[in-house]
Every structure is written in C-alpha cells, then in structure tokens.
C-alpha cells in the first residue's frame, strides 16, 4: 500500500530435506508439497489481479532439482518439478495477458555459515548430501550474483534462469539420454 502497486511477486518460501525416497512417509511427501508448492500457488492467486493490471513479474525460485532429480533429497525434488509445471502453466495460460513467469533454478547458495541438513528417516546417507545442493560437485553461487542475474532475467522477460548455465546441458543430455542423464547425476553428486 505504501508504494501504491505491486509489480513483482518472488515465491522465495521452501525448505529442502535429506534422506531417502523410500524413508520418506507420505506425510513428509505432503508436508513438503504445502511448503513448496502450495504456499506458492496461494502467494501467486492473491498477487496476481495486481500484477495482471501492471504487466508484473512472478519470479518462482525453484532449485536445480525442478529439472533433475537427485539422490537423497526426499520429497525435495517431486516438489520443485511441481514447481516448474506450475510456472510453465503460468506462462502459458497468463503470458499472453502480459505476465512475465520466471523459473529460477539455481544450484547450492553460498552462506556463510556452512550448515548440514538433519537427516528424514532412517537413511544412510553420505555426508556431503547433507551439505547444499546434496553433494554435487558445483561450486556455490554467491547471492549477490543470483539476485543481479535474476533481475536481468526479469528486464528481458526470460522464461528460465538457471545457475550455473553450464549444468543446462546436462539436462538436454537427460532429456534426450535418460540413462546417460541418469548416469551424470550419480557420477556428479556425493
């Protein structure tokens, strides 16, 4: 109210967890989804009269799991893949009305307290996947950069973000090879 309008509604609100597909209850499973996805999708409804009048930005932070799945992560990646199809979805229905959809998958977020996540379940699990980004072999991105990129992303009204680039090839591969795909995710995570 004090600024008068609303031009861009970032879905920044998630968490990650760690532990096995198989010790994951189905309760975990939902609970993730209502953080990840659900709220997301509430966020967006009530910005989205505003940012339908101004021609806004809805500018969704995925991870890089919305567009591969990894190991030891849970529920985490059938999460954010929810979270790309309801940017697609986004895009696709609302585009033509003037709204910008932003996907960001980003890798793991340096911080500078280095933390590891508790473990879901019974897992056993090895210890880099409890770090970020669940022990592939990427260096961490400053935040700093994340946000100068996702804002250029924005001026140019980019469907996608993701960072770093470098990894958009291993998702073609996947996409065309998966096994190939399958194979790079193992040999590339901890």
């Keep these: ?17 760690r532990g096995g597909v198989l010790d994951t209850t189905p309760e975990q499973f ?3 989804m209502e953080l990840n996805l659900i709220a997301l999708v509430r966020c967006t409804r009530a ?24 190991r ?13 199809a309801y940017s697609q979805q986004l895009r696709l229905e609302l585009g033509p009305k003037g709204l910008h959809v932003l996907l960001v998958c980003p890798g793991p977020i340096h911080r500078d307290a280095p933390r590891l996540y508790p473990l879901e379940g019974e897992s056993d699990i ?13 260096n961490t991105i400053a935040p700093e950069k994340l946000t100068a990129a996702i804002l250029r992303a924005c001026r140019r009204r980019k469907p996608e973000l993701i960072v770093p680039a470098k990894v958009r090839m291993l998702f ?19």
Excluded: Q
């Design 72 to 84: 030891w992560v849970g529920a985490y990646p059938a999460t954010k893949f929810a979270v790309a």
């Design 1 to 17: 109210e004090r600024f008068g309008r609303l031009d861009v509604l970032v879905n920044n609100a998630g968490r990650s967890m």
């Design 126 to 138: 090895p210890e880099a996947a409890r770090r970020p980004g669940a022990g592939v072999r990427l």
């Design 172 to 190: 073609g591969i996947a996409a065309f090879c998966p096994t190939l795909g399958d194979w790079l995710v193992r040999k590339n995570t901890g």
């Design 30 to 32: 939902r609970d993730l």
């Design 47 to 70: 910005a989205m009269p505003h940012l339908l009048e101004r021609c806004g930005h809805v500018v969704n932070i995925g991870s890089l799991a919305s567009k591969s799945a990894a």
